[in-house]
C-alpha cells in the first residue's frame, strides 16, 4: 500500500480470534486478549493482557501471594511485538490487505505467517502485576532489517510503569528460505 492510503488509516484494533490467528501461541502460552491498537503508519501497537484471578501460573506463583511471572510480562510484549512483526510481513507479501486486518474470515483464509523467535531482550521489571490487573503492552518497531526487527516496548497497568525496554525478534534460520528472503 502506498504512504497515502495508508496515512488516511485510523488504527485498527483486533478480538481475541484476529490475535489468534496471527499468533502460532495457543492456550497457555497465548498471553495477549487483544490488540487495541495497531497503526501501520507509525509503526505501533498496544496489546491487552487481562490477567485472571484463576491462571494455572498463580498455583505456583506464589499460592499466598500470586505475582504474574516477569518472563511472561515480557513474553506477553514479545508477542505484541510479534504480531505486529506478521502483520508486516503479511501485508508486504500482498497475503492480506491493510483494510479488511479487522475481518476474521479475510485472516483466516490467508496463510499463516512465519513463526519470530525471541533473539533478545533487555526489558527492566519495575512494579509487581497481580490477579485482576489489566496489563496494556505497548511497542515501537524503531528498526527493521531485513528479518530482524528492534522494538522500543513498555508495559503499564493503570498508567503505572510496569516494564520498560527493548526487544529484537527474528525470523529463525531454520525457517523456509523463501520466508527469509521475503522479509
Given at each position: 500500500?502506498?504512504d ?6 485510523p ?5 481475541s ?19 487495541e491498537?495497531y497503526?501501520?503508519h507509525?509503526r ?16 505456583g ?5 500470586p505475582?504474574?511471572?516477569g518472563?511472561?510480562i515480557?513474553?506477553a ?14 501485508l ?10 479487522s ?10 505467517p512465519?513463526h519470530?523467535v525471541l ?12 490477579p485482576?490487573d ?7 518497531m ?5 528479518e530482524?526487527c528492534y522494538?522500543k516496548v ?18 529463525p534460520g531454520y ?9
Open positions: 500500500m502506498d497515502k492510503s495508508t496515512a488516511q488509516l488504527p485498527l484494533s483486533f478480538d480470534a484476529v490475535v489468534q490467528a496471527m499468533m502460532p501461541h495457543r492456550r497457555q502460552m497465548a498471553l495477549l486478549d487483544r490488540v491498537s497503526s501501520f507509525e505501533k501497537i498496544v496489546a491487552i493482557k487481562a490477567v485472571g484471578q484463576t491462571e494455572p501460573v498463580f498455583e506463583h506464589f499460592p499466598d501471594e505475582l504474574f511471572p518472563p511472561l515480557i513474553e510484549l514479545a508477542q505484541a511485538c510479534g504480531i505486529m512483526m506478521n502483520i508486516e510481513y503479511s508486504e507479501n500482498k497475503l492480506l490487505r491493510l483494510d479488511r486486518l475481518d476474521p474470515e479475510h485472516i483466516a483464509a490467508s496463510p499463516p512465519p519470530t533473539a533478545e531482550s533487555k526489558v527492566r521489571l519495575r512494579r509487581w502485576v497481580r485482576g489489566v496489563i496494556r503492552l505497548e511497542a515501537h524503531a528498526l527493521r532489517r531485513k530482524i522494538f513498555r508495559a503499564a497497568v493503570d498508567s503505572a510503569e510496569v516494564a520498560v525496554g527493548e526487544i529484537i525478534l527474528a525470523v525457517a523456509p528460505e523463501a520466508v527469509r528472503d521475503a522479509m
